[in-house]
């Protein structure tokens, strides 16, 4: 079983389903699902996040999608929603870091987007 991505006129996901495996009945189901739906439609993979397989796999288009997520065609990937506005964008994992490091794992932090710094939750 695979999961296919439905995009809007932005490339954004609008909807998943699960579907048929890529190449079952020698028929492209990424073509065929966009022509039965009328939005484009890309695969995606359940067992991807960061770039990473976690099976030990090889890891297809970055991330699976999620709604609201975009589909970025250079890099053949699913970018989740920007966190804040002063994130960045990681290349290798198309994900979003702050642009500063959490000071530890051991407790909880939030992001101040004021002062661009993690606050200890209370």
Known sequence: MAHYAFL?????VTHIICGKDEGENNINWE??????VGQPCKR?????YGNVHKTGG??????????GFKYDEMR???????NFSSWILDEDTCLWNAPVSL???????LWDEGSLTWI???
């Open 103 to 109: 000071p530890s794992l051991d407790k909880p932090y």
């Open 76 to 82: 053949d990937a699913f970018i989740p929603p920007q």
């Open 31 to 36: 073509e065929f699902y966009s022509n039965e």
């Open 58 to 67: 090889i890891p297809f288009r970055k991330n699976f999608a999620g709604i």
């Open 120 to 122: 200890e939750a209370a």
């Open 8 to 12: 809007d006129q932005n490339n954004i």
């Open 44 to 48: 995606t993979s359940f067992n991807t």
